[in-house]
């Protein structure tokens, strides 16, 4: 994450796992380890400092299962659902950049960048332009497509 009124990053690694359209696993191991298990139903998280368990459900919080469906939509590039919701305009070979139309997406990007690997198989890059101009950058390095996922992933400590 880039904090541009700072002119700050602060660096974060893990993995990320998906199942798709079932649920998304992202643990961080540095600066601190944390555990996100995300689905259409609720939102999980973990981290080392607490040792506590927050969740989130959906039937709460509606805006979880959107953004459910917005990532698995990113991740997966299946851009026909995206182009009600955003303005979709490809900037090179690989790039798509999403401008939101909704007002509710509208109050934290400005826009949303994919950047794709070279055979569209996978998701190189996800860049988020905050309102405030501070950006979140992921990159995701060893990808592996249709690969088994180990049962502990979505488990929580």
Not at 8 to 35: C, H, N, Y
Not at 72 to 90: C, H, M, R, S, V
Not at 114 to 133: M, Y
Request: glycine content about 2%.
């Amino acid at each position: 994450r880039h904090f541009k009124e700072l002119d700050f990053d602060a660096v974060t690694t893990g993995a990320m796992a998906q199942e798709q359209g079932k649920r998304l696993a992202w643990t961080t191991t540095t600066p601190l380890k944390s555990i996100c298990i995300f689905t259409e139903d609720s939102f999980q998280f973990w981290d080392e400092e607490s040792k506590r368990t927050t969740t989130i459900k959906a039937s709460r919080f509606p805006w979880i299962k959107m953004i459910f469906q917005l990532q698995t939509n990113w991740l997966n590039g299946d851009l026909a659902p995206l182009q009600k919701l955003f303005q979709l305009e490809i900037t090179d070979e690989t790039t798509l950049c999403m401008t939101p139309l909704d007002q509710a997406t509208k109050l934290f990007f400005s826009t949303i960048t994919i950047t794709f690997s070279d055979d569209f198989t996978t998701v190189r890059k996800v860049l988020f332009t905050e309102k405030t101009g501070d950006t979140i950058e992921l990159v995701f390095k060893n990808t592996q497509y249709n690969a088994p996922i180990p049962p502990q992933t979505w488990r929580l400590p």
